[in-house]
């Protein structure tokens, strides 16, 4: 019998579900930027944590919505790990925070808590830090 290969199962499965969330949010955090600057030039490198490093078909995340539209439906927001350190605000600690893209609109709240189940793409661009996208997404009920 030939096995699944591991980006065809869920992350939420490979452990219970307090400590997945910990552990998704950690694979997330696990991305090491390094500035890369010369007199002429810059460049972000990127290295990814092996579970990730060529993107994951089925990536389940629970976190804090924070919407790019106000009211009405959005099908784009972020999503970070904890409200408490906002990764906007310039804390050192600051709470982790990645880019979802929705597979249909949806309404939703300014830190609602929600479960999504996504493509995770990484994102090797050399001109951005932004290092992975979370697309296609949909709400999992908890």
Known sequence: MQKAPLSLIPFAVMANA??????????????DIKEVVTEDSYKAVK???????????????????????????????????????????????????????????????DGQRITLRGALNVIHDPETWQAAVLRDAHIVES
């Not at 307090?18 to 991305?31: H, P």
């Not at 009405?72 to 790990?81: E, H, I």
């Open 18 to 31: 307090a400590s997945a969330e910990e552990a998704n949010w950690s694979v997330i955090k696990g991305i």
């Open 47 to 109: 290295i990814f944590p092996s579970a990730i490093e060529n993107g994951v078909e089925q990536f389940d995340i629970t976190g804090f919505a924070m919407p790019f539209s106000e009211g009405g439906l959005t099908t784009s927001l972020m999503l970070v790990s904890d409200m408490v350190t906002c990764p906007f605000c310039n804390l050192p600690d600051h709470a982790a925070a990645l880019e979802v893209t929705l597979a249909e609109p949806i309404a939703i709240e």
